[in-house]
């Protein structure tokens, strides 16, 4: 059992595109008259936009801003916020701007607004950092959160690309070193690895449009996850590390964070194998430092230590500097394995993950993908680029040995040579493991007000015999009689007339016409057409429960694994009408055996039915003697355009 302490940080958050437009409503939300707006000089028009959004609740500015949050310039925005009377503090910008107002905030007490144009996160920390005589300090407080953040997407529309790919690498830092803080618990995670997914996602498409919205949007929300870990975890090696480069040799923020990101992952990874785990299957890689370290040489993304104007020959009073003060990390820190990170990062050196399965055939998926690249159909090239990731990685998972995949192809091919015209083992393949009615789901159950819809199974004949109403499709097989009468209409309730509707079934002993040579033409299965008011009635005998079959491939396999091979008691039905969508679906005996176990996973609860038993008098006036059953059902089809 996992025992976990969570803390969830109140504060209100706005986003969207356009939403600077409800800024003054937000200042005045919180009591704000006179607000003081903080900024830097590379935000001249975003500070215009807030300027005007801001109106005449605007009574000072302050755009001197500077990375790391020097407390010079902290005292120098605290003396403009003085003399300017200021009751709120409105901050545009990045992690340095928000820094600010933080350090304002909390030397005076003065409610934030806080709107972000990178994907720092800051915003939503009770975190601060500052920097005094070159070293960086980091302090956290209820008082220094800001109460309110305005995300709005367009803002961030002028960030340009290095920017924003460090900006989101600095935001994929938090949600990753959350996964393996000592005090990580399960809804950090979640929002760590859905960060963590989103920028992996997203960056490469904003590389290659940074004018999309929809890319740049997604970057804003995992930002704002991630800053959500930041705030409610402890952070590690890697912050600990790019704190002391930024405030003891004045290296850029977010820069540095994406140098050290994939090393301090490296360096960790031993220590926490299942927070890897999890990043490289959020990233869709073999392995997690590497996979970082990939992403962001791919980007064009700073991957040297050196490239940022590092000296090496200071690699080592870095390093001593990251361990002098003790703080929780995965792996023991120690001086000599901290320097050795620091100088695969001054270098740029890729990290080498484990010789893992996944790694072994990273390279060759990727070529196999590559393969696809100009297929003239992109719903073919997209499909056959899931299935081969997929397939790799399922063999990688495993482990896959020779045999083993020999085994498979065997299966396989012990399943094609069963199929043909009155026997399809293939299908019954796909139907038993449940993928069958996976695509029958997501293929033909987004409308709701039409009748579920249900695999159509193997032993379905194409062109079934016409037969008028009324009529007895059961060939004189034994059985109980079943009266069936059924209606077809639209979703409105409208009847449907003119519609073709092929019906079949097996007999009592559970088998159907084609399973039977002894027979003489098809029984128990035919072609009806509704009438004007939409009806259709026949005669057949109440469908038994049936198992599918057992000497095939696909009969040893679930013999193999336990499973029974029955199926639940069931009518088919197949409905085309013009101008409406195409119906295949099942009704099952209400009290039939095995309706909670059906061996394809065909049933739904709205498909089972009242087969109801009867006695005396048919609606046709046939004589039967003893119990007859009878069925009504409304079937509801979607018109095309639905």
Not at 51 to 59: H, M, S
Not at 234 to 250: A, D, I, R, V
Not at 257 to 273: F, Q, R, S, W
Not at 541 to 555: A, F, K, N, R, T
Request: include cysteine.
């Amino acid at each position: 059992m996992r025992t976990f302490v969570h803390t969830s940080h109140p504060a209100r958050v706005l986003f969207g595109s356009g939403t600077v437009g409800d800024l003054a409503e937000e200042v005045r939300r919180l009591g704000g008259s006179r607000v003081l707006l903080l900024s830097s000089p590379p935000l001249a028009e975003a500070s215009a936009r807030v300027r005007d959004a801001l109106g005449g609740l605007l009574a000072a500015e302050f755009d001197g801003a500077a990375m790391h949050t020097p407390t010079e310039v902290t005292e120098a925005a605290l003396a403009v916020l003085r003399e300017a009377d200021a009751d709120c503090l409105v901050s545009v910008g990045g992690g340095s701007t928000t820094g600010l107002s933080k350090a304002l905030a909390v030397r005076t007490d003065l409610p934030q607004v806080v709107v972000p144009t990178t994907y720092a996160g800051s915003e939503v920390t009770p975190v601060l950092g500052e920097t005094r005589d070159g070293h960086k300090v980091t302090r956290s407080s209820p008082a220094i959160l800001p109460e309110t953040v305005v995300y709005d997407v367009d803002f961030t529309l002028s960030l340009p690309l290095p920017m924003s790919i460090t900006s989101g690498v600095n935001a994929m830092a938090h949600a990753v070193e959350a996964l393996y803080s000592a005090d990580a618990d399960p809804v950090t995670d979640r929002r760590a690895l859905d960060a963590i997914s989103l920028i992996g996602r997203a960056l490469p498409r904003l590389a290659a449009d940074p004018s999309d919205l929809v890319a740049r949007a997604d970057l804003l929300q995992a930002a704002w996850l991630a800053g959500t870990c930041l705030a409610t975890v402890g952070m590690g090696l890697h912050h600990k590390l790019c704190h002391t480069l930024g405030g003891s040799f004045g290296l850029p923020h977010a820069e540095t964070h994406t140098v050290i990101l994939p090393h301090a992952m490296a360096y960790n990874a031993p220590a926490a194998p299942d927070a890897m785990r999890r990043i490289a299957r959020a990233l869709d890689v073999p392995d997690a430092p590497s996979g970082v370290y990939d992403l962001i040489a791919t980007l064009g993304g700073p991957t040297s230590l050196s490239a940022l104007g590092m000296p090496e020959a200071e690699l080592g009073r870095a390093a001593e500097l990251a361990v002098a003060t003790p703080y929780p990390n995965p792996r023991e820190l120690t001086a000599q394995g901290i320097e050795g990170l620091l100088a695969d990062a001054w270098h740029g050196r890729r990290p080498q993950g484990p010789a893992t399965a996944d790694s072994l055939t990273a390279r060759l998926t990727e070529q196999v993908v590559a393969s696809f690249a100009h297929a003239p159909d992109p719903r073919v090239r997209t499909l056959l680029t899931a299935l081969v990731r997929h397939l790799h990685s399922f063999v990688a998972e495993q482990d896959l040995t020779d045999a083993e995949w020999q085994y498979a192809i065997d299966f396989l091919t012990r399943t094609g040579q069963l199929c043909g015209p009155t026997r399809q083992e293939f299908v019954l393949l796909s139907d038993v493991l449940g993928v069958s009615s996976a695509v029958d789901l997501l293929t033909n159950s987004r409308t709701p007000d039409t009748t579920p819809s249900a695999v159509l199974g193997p032993f379905y004949v194409e062109g079934p015999p016409e037969a008028p109403h009324g009529s007895d499709i059961s060939g004189g097989l034994p059985g109980t009689p079943l009266w069936v009468d059924v209606r077809i209409t639209d979703t409105a309730g409208t009847p449907v007339k003119d519609a073709v509707v092929d019906v079949w079934q097996s007999n009592e002993d559970g088998f159907y016409d084609v399973q039977l040579p002894e027979l003489e033409g098809p029984v128990l299965r035919a072609r009806l057409r509704s009438d004007a008011e939409g009806r259709l009635t026949f005669w057949s005998i109440l469908p038994s429960e049936y198992p599918i079959p057992e000497d095939g491939p696909v009969g040893r396999m679930l013999s193999a694994v336990g499973r029974h091979p029955y199926r639940a008691p069931h009518l088919h039905f197949m409905i085309d009408a013009p101008g409406h969508r195409r119906l295949v679906t099942q009704l099952f005996v209400a009290g039939g055996s095995y309706l909670d176990s059906d061996t394809v996973f065909g049933v739904k609860d709205e498909l089972v039915v009242d087969f109801a038993p009867q006695t005396g008098p048919t609606p046709d006036g046939r004589s039967v003697d003893g119990e007859w059953r009878r069925l009504n059902h409304s079937f509801r089809i979607a018109p095309l355009t639905d």
